[in-house]
């Protein structure tokens, strides 16, 4: 099991950035992908899921309405378009799969709970 993300950067508050979560070894109808924000001195906090077994989505209040959590038609992928952007915003994310067969809920939003894990991709927000 793989993951690797990719697409973080520098962009201005109100701006827009796409992460992608490109996966291997594992077939995502069985697995919860979550998106987890961390900044120093903090734990991680998942602000976006998506239960592979039922394709729904799961967002925070801190994101809800601003981010979308969608999985690649092509190739197995989860990205993360993230709009409205705000120095809040600001951290490195990591995307975290666990496998969930079955469970048609919302995963999991403890960092322990996720077994695989891809490397951070920063993201910046500021002016």
């Known amino acids: 099991v793989q993951l690797q993300a990719s697409g973080g950067g520098l962009v201005q508050p109100g701006g827009s950035l796409r992460l992608s979560c490109e996966t291997s070894?594992?077939?995502?109808?069985?697995?919860?992908i979550a998106w987890f924000r961390q900044t120093p001195g903090k734990e991680r906090e998942a602000d976006s899921w998506?239960?592979?077994?039922?394709?729904?989505?799961y967002y925070s209040n801190s994101v809800k309405g601003r981010f979308t959590i969608f999985r690649d038609n092509g190739k197995p992928a989860i990205h993360l378009q993230m709009n409205s952007l705000t120095p809040d915003d600001t951290g490195m994310y990591y995307c975290?799969?666990?496998?969930?067969?079955?469970?048609?809920?919302?995963?999991?939003?403890?960092?322990?709970?996720?077994?695989?894990w891809g490397q951070g991709t920063l993201v910046t927000v500021s002016s």
């Open positions: 070894g594992f077939d995502l109808d069985y697995y919860a």
């Open positions: 975290a799969a666990d496998y969930r067969a079955g469970y048609v809920g919302l995963p999991p939003a403890i960092p322990a709970e996720y077994h695989y």
């Open positions: 998506f239960n592979g077994n039922n394709d729904r989505r």
